[in-house]
Protein backbone atom coordinates (compact mmCIF):
# COMPACT_ATOMS: atom_id res chain seq x y z
CA UNK A 1 0.00 0.00 0.00
CA UNK A 2 2.88 2.49 0.38
CA UNK A 3 4.14 2.03 -2.80
CA UNK A 4 0.78 2.57 -4.26
CA UNK A 5 -0.13 5.54 -2.09
CA UNK A 6 3.18 6.92 -3.28
CA UNK A 7 2.27 6.56 -6.98
CA UNK A 8 -1.02 7.85 -6.41
CA UNK A 9 0.07 11.06 -5.06
CA UNK A 10 2.57 11.29 -7.50
CA UNK A 11 -0.49 11.64 -10.26
CA UNK A 12 -2.75 13.91 -8.16
CA UNK A 13 -0.29 16.44 -8.15
CA UNK A 14 0.16 15.85 -11.88
CA UNK A 15 -3.69 16.12 -12.04
CA UNK A 16 -4.17 19.36 -9.64
CA UNK A 17 -1.33 21.27 -11.65
CA UNK A 18 -3.10 20.89 -14.74
CA UNK A 19 -6.51 21.49 -13.61
CA UNK A 20 -5.37 24.67 -11.47
CA UNK A 21 -4.42 25.57 -15.40
CA UNK A 22 -7.33 25.04 -16.67
CA UNK A 23 -8.95 27.35 -13.78
CA UNK A 24 -10.37 24.20 -12.16
CA UNK A 25 -10.19 23.11 -8.29
CA UNK A 26 -9.57 19.71 -7.73
CA UNK A 27 -11.59 18.19 -4.74
CA UNK A 28 -10.31 14.87 -3.00
CA UNK A 29 -12.48 13.31 -1.78
CA UNK A 30 -12.62 9.50 0.28
CA UNK A 31 -9.04 7.31 -0.35
CA UNK A 32 -9.95 3.27 -0.35
CA UNK A 33 -7.73 1.22 0.12
CA UNK A 34 -8.49 -2.61 -1.97
CA UNK A 35 -6.87 -5.57 -2.98
CA UNK A 36 -6.40 -6.38 -6.78
CA UNK A 37 -8.98 -8.63 -8.36
CA UNK A 38 -6.94 -11.40 -10.05
CA UNK A 39 -6.74 -10.84 -13.59
CA UNK A 40 -6.02 -13.78 -16.14
CA UNK A 41 -3.49 -12.41 -18.98
CA UNK A 42 -2.92 -14.61 -21.97
CA UNK A 43 -0.46 -17.43 -20.57
CA UNK A 44 -3.12 -18.09 -18.17
CA UNK A 45 -1.54 -16.61 -15.44
CA UNK A 46 -3.00 -14.44 -12.60
CA UNK A 47 -0.74 -12.03 -11.88
CA UNK A 48 1.36 -9.75 -14.13
CA UNK A 49 4.90 -9.53 -13.43
CA UNK A 50 5.79 -6.55 -10.65
CA UNK A 51 2.15 -6.58 -10.13
CA UNK A 52 1.58 -5.20 -6.51
CA UNK A 53 -1.29 -6.87 -4.89
CA UNK A 54 -3.04 -3.72 -3.14
CA UNK A 55 -4.27 -0.33 -4.87
CA UNK A 56 -4.84 2.61 -3.72
CA UNK A 57 -8.28 4.64 -4.69
CA UNK A 58 -8.27 8.14 -4.56
CA UNK A 59 -11.90 9.75 -5.44
CA UNK A 60 -11.99 13.03 -6.95
CA UNK A 61 -14.47 15.91 -8.10
CA UNK A 62 -13.10 18.61 -10.60
CA UNK A 63 -15.06 22.02 -10.10
CA UNK A 64 -14.82 24.03 -13.45
CA UNK A 65 -16.81 27.07 -14.59
CA UNK A 66 -19.71 26.32 -16.89
CA UNK A 67 -17.73 27.75 -19.78
CA UNK A 68 -14.66 25.04 -19.47
CA UNK A 69 -14.23 22.92 -22.27
CA UNK A 70 -15.09 19.73 -19.95
CA UNK A 71 -15.21 17.06 -23.17
CA UNK A 72 -11.60 18.10 -23.86
CA UNK A 73 -10.65 18.86 -20.12
CA UNK A 74 -11.63 14.61 -19.38
CA UNK A 75 -9.83 13.13 -22.36
CA UNK A 76 -6.28 15.07 -20.87
CA UNK A 77 -7.50 13.72 -17.16
CA UNK A 78 -7.74 10.23 -18.42
CA UNK A 79 -4.72 10.27 -20.26
CA UNK A 80 -2.55 11.64 -17.65
CA UNK A 81 -3.67 8.35 -15.38
CA UNK A 82 -7.72 8.88 -14.34
CA UNK A 83 -7.98 5.44 -15.08
CA UNK A 84 -11.94 4.95 -13.22
CA UNK A 85 -13.89 7.86 -14.64
CA UNK A 86 -17.31 7.75 -13.50
CA UNK A 87 -17.05 4.56 -10.95
CA UNK A 88 -17.96 5.34 -7.22
CA UNK A 89 -15.56 3.74 -4.44
CA UNK A 90 -17.79 2.76 -2.22
CA UNK A 91 -20.86 1.72 -4.23
CA UNK A 92 -20.80 -1.53 -6.30
CA UNK A 93 -21.68 -0.13 -10.19
CA UNK A 94 -24.96 -1.21 -11.49
CA UNK A 95 -26.02 -1.29 -14.87
CA UNK A 96 -27.79 2.12 -14.58
CA UNK A 97 -25.13 5.28 -16.55
CA UNK A 98 -23.91 7.43 -14.40
CA UNK A 99 -23.61 10.79 -14.97
CA UNK A 100 -20.83 12.23 -14.33
CA UNK A 101 -20.85 15.96 -15.09
CA UNK A 102 -22.90 17.59 -13.18
CA UNK A 103 -24.01 21.39 -12.38
CA UNK A 104 -24.12 23.24 -9.02
CA UNK A 105 -25.01 26.50 -8.06
CA UNK A 106 -22.23 28.26 -6.54
CA UNK A 107 -22.74 30.37 -3.02
CA UNK A 108 -26.56 29.22 -3.62
CA UNK A 109 -26.93 30.91 0.09
CA UNK A 110 -25.13 33.75 -0.74
CA UNK A 111 -27.39 34.14 -3.87
CA UNK A 112 -30.48 33.61 -1.97
CA UNK A 113 -30.16 36.13 0.59
CA UNK A 114 -29.11 39.01 -2.11
CA UNK A 115 -32.34 38.37 -3.98
CA UNK A 116 -34.78 38.23 -1.04
CA UNK A 117 -33.23 41.60 0.05
CA UNK A 118 -33.56 43.13 -3.35
CA UNK A 119 -36.89 41.52 -3.47
CA UNK A 120 -37.81 43.40 -0.24
CA UNK A 121 -35.56 46.29 -1.03
CA UNK A 122 -38.06 47.05 -4.77
CA UNK A 123 -41.48 46.37 -2.34
CA UNK A 124 -40.11 49.26 -0.02
CA UNK A 125 -39.51 51.53 -3.08
CA UNK A 126 -43.18 50.16 -4.57
CA UNK A 127 -44.73 51.19 -1.28
CA UNK A 128 -43.42 54.19 -0.71
CA UNK A 129 -44.50 55.81 -4.06
CA UNK A 130 -47.93 54.62 -3.80
CA UNK A 131 -48.96 57.14 -1.20
CA UNK A 132 -48.59 54.89 2.26
CA UNK A 133 -45.34 56.05 3.44
CA UNK A 134 -44.89 54.38 6.43
CA UNK A 135 -41.42 55.14 8.40
CA UNK A 136 -39.23 52.45 6.48
CA UNK A 137 -39.24 55.12 3.45
CA UNK A 138 -36.97 57.93 5.54
CA UNK A 139 -33.52 56.93 4.58
CA UNK A 140 -31.59 54.36 1.84
CA UNK A 141 -31.54 51.08 3.89
CA UNK A 142 -33.82 49.06 4.80
CA UNK A 143 -34.98 48.99 8.73
CA UNK A 144 -33.76 46.76 11.26
CA UNK A 145 -36.94 46.14 12.67
CA UNK A 146 -38.37 44.55 9.47
CA UNK A 147 -40.12 41.30 10.19
CA UNK A 148 -39.49 38.78 7.22
CA UNK A 149 -41.97 36.20 7.15
CA UNK A 150 -42.39 34.52 3.96
CA UNK A 151 -39.99 34.31 1.02
CA UNK A 152 -40.85 31.58 -1.53
CA UNK A 153 -39.47 30.77 -5.28
CA UNK A 154 -39.39 28.63 -7.63
CA UNK A 155 -38.12 27.92 -11.72
CA UNK A 156 -40.08 28.98 -14.13
CA UNK A 157 -39.06 25.65 -15.84
CA UNK A 158 -38.34 22.38 -14.89
CA UNK A 159 -34.40 21.15 -14.76
CA UNK A 160 -33.28 17.70 -14.84
CA UNK A 161 -31.86 16.29 -11.82
CA UNK A 162 -28.16 14.08 -11.46
CA UNK A 163 -31.12 11.51 -10.20
CA UNK A 164 -32.48 11.63 -13.37
CA UNK A 165 -35.93 13.23 -11.70
CA UNK A 166 -37.10 16.40 -13.72
CA UNK A 167 -38.82 19.16 -11.51
CA UNK A 168 -38.99 22.62 -10.29
CA UNK A 169 -35.75 23.76 -8.49
CA UNK A 170 -38.00 25.52 -4.76
CA UNK A 171 -35.92 27.51 -2.43
CA UNK A 172 -37.72 28.66 0.68
CA UNK A 173 -37.45 31.14 3.57
CA UNK A 174 -38.60 31.14 7.23
CA UNK A 175 -38.52 34.01 9.42
CA UNK A 176 -35.40 35.03 7.23
CA UNK A 177 -33.87 32.14 7.38
CA UNK A 178 -33.22 29.48 4.44
CA UNK A 179 -34.73 26.12 4.85
CA UNK A 180 -33.50 24.34 1.81
CA UNK A 181 -30.35 26.17 0.48
CA UNK A 182 -28.37 23.25 -0.42
CA UNK A 183 -26.56 23.79 -3.93
CA UNK A 184 -28.84 21.14 -5.84
CA UNK A 185 -26.78 18.54 -8.69
CA UNK A 186 -28.16 19.03 -11.98
CA UNK A 187 -27.81 17.37 -15.25
CA UNK A 188 -27.17 20.31 -17.45
CA UNK A 189 -26.09 23.71 -17.52
CA UNK A 190 -28.73 26.00 -17.95
CA UNK A 191 -29.84 29.64 -17.17
CA UNK A 192 -32.02 29.32 -14.28
CA UNK A 193 -35.09 32.00 -14.15
CA UNK A 194 -36.72 32.16 -11.04
CA UNK A 195 -40.21 33.62 -9.74
CA UNK A 196 -41.94 33.74 -6.66
CA UNK A 197 -43.31 36.02 -3.75
CA UNK A 198 -42.40 37.75 -0.33
CA UNK A 199 -44.37 38.85 2.76
CA UNK A 200 -43.01 40.35 4.90
CA UNK A 201 -44.28 42.60 8.08
CA UNK A 202 -42.90 45.93 9.33
CA UNK A 203 -43.24 46.81 12.86
CA UNK A 204 -44.10 50.73 13.19
CA UNK A 205 -42.29 52.47 16.45
CA UNK A 206 -44.45 53.11 19.01
Known amino acids: PTDAARQLDKLLSVLNDYV ?26 N ?31 IELGMDRYGDSNLVNRTTQPAITVQFRISNLPSRLF ?5 CLETALKMQCTAGDRPKACAGDKLPENFSYETFNVRSMEKVLRVSGSSDFLRFIFSNG ?16 KLVGEITAQYAQEQ
Not at 50 to 55: K, L, S, T, V, Y
Not at 114 to 118: F, M
Open 114 to 118: DLRRS
Open 20 to 45: QGQHGRLVLLERVRTLKVPRSNASGS
Open 47 to 77: HEENDQPAEVIQHIHIELSPEAPVDAILDRV
Open 177 to 192: LPQNADPPELAGGQAI
